[in-house]
């Protein structure tokens, strides 16, 4: 319990909304975002995470986060990884009952990570600016009850993502899912390139962004 006390991180919010994306789409969830992140992707919706927030230990993280009714929890970012104390924050929410999940860029060793929690792992492709960043040995560390993300710029990118699935062969691995840069590739565009090429996915939009828009909290 000390450890809880006094091991920190820098938190830029925790707040209580829908779950937008993954197989946990529309799940009344709580989301701990964490300051900080060693990437700058070209569609980043959360550059105001990069520096700011306020340090808080892991104990006072789990009393803000048991005022909300709800067994689900996402820690997120900003690349959560960055802070070494996330995997004692993601141990604490599992011990304490929670399904936790973790959204990672996919460029930080994730074999340390708790195995409760479900890792939603992404692939950087080539539009995001930051395709060098891929650290593919993480493929490795990942269960079926993880989830792989491409965030696709356009048809390029779709096209990139279609050759490291086969591949690779990923789907062997865990739920792939496919989503388009809001404002940037049109969904319908998207499902019927998935639909033409039969491809072993889960197309996804952000519900959140359809529900309220762009900004912090949602």
Not at 68 to 96: F, H, I, R, S, W
Not at 203 to 209: F, L, N, S, T
Request: proline share 4%.
């Amino acid at each position: 319990m000390q450890a809880l006390e006094t091991t920190t991180l820098r938190i830029s919010e925790i707040f209580y909304s829908l779950q937008g994306e993954t197989s946990r789409v529309g799940l009344p969830t709580v989301f701990v975002r964490l300051t900080g992140c060693p990437l700058r992707c070209g569609y980043c919706d959360t550059a105001y995470a990069f520096t700011g927030g306020e340090n808080l230990s892991i104990a006072e993280i789990l009393n803000q986060v048991a005022c909300y009714q709800t067994n689900y929890v996402t820690v997120t970012g900003g690349e959560p990884l960055a802070q070494k104390a996330c995997l004692d924050l993601l141990t604490a929410l599992c011990d304490a009952q929670y399904s936790v999940s973790l959204e990672t860029s996919g460029a930080l060793d994730l074999s340390r990570v708790d195995v409760r929690v479900c890792k939603v792992m992404d692939i950087k492709t080539p539009g995001s600016g930051e395709v060098a960043k891929n650290n593919w040995s993480n493929l490795a560390h990942l269960k079926q009850h993880d989830e792989i993300k491409f965030v696709l710029c356009d048809e390029a990118d779709y096209q990139w993502a279609c050759e490291i699935i086969h591949t690779r062969q990923l789907q062997q691995i865990c739920p792939i899912l496919l989503s388009p840069v809001y404002g940037s590739l049109d969904p319908a565009t998207l499902a019927a390139w998935i639909l033409r090429d039969s491809l072993p996915v889960r197309m996804q939009i952000q519900m959140h962004k359809l529900l309220w828009g762009e900004g912090p909290g949602r």
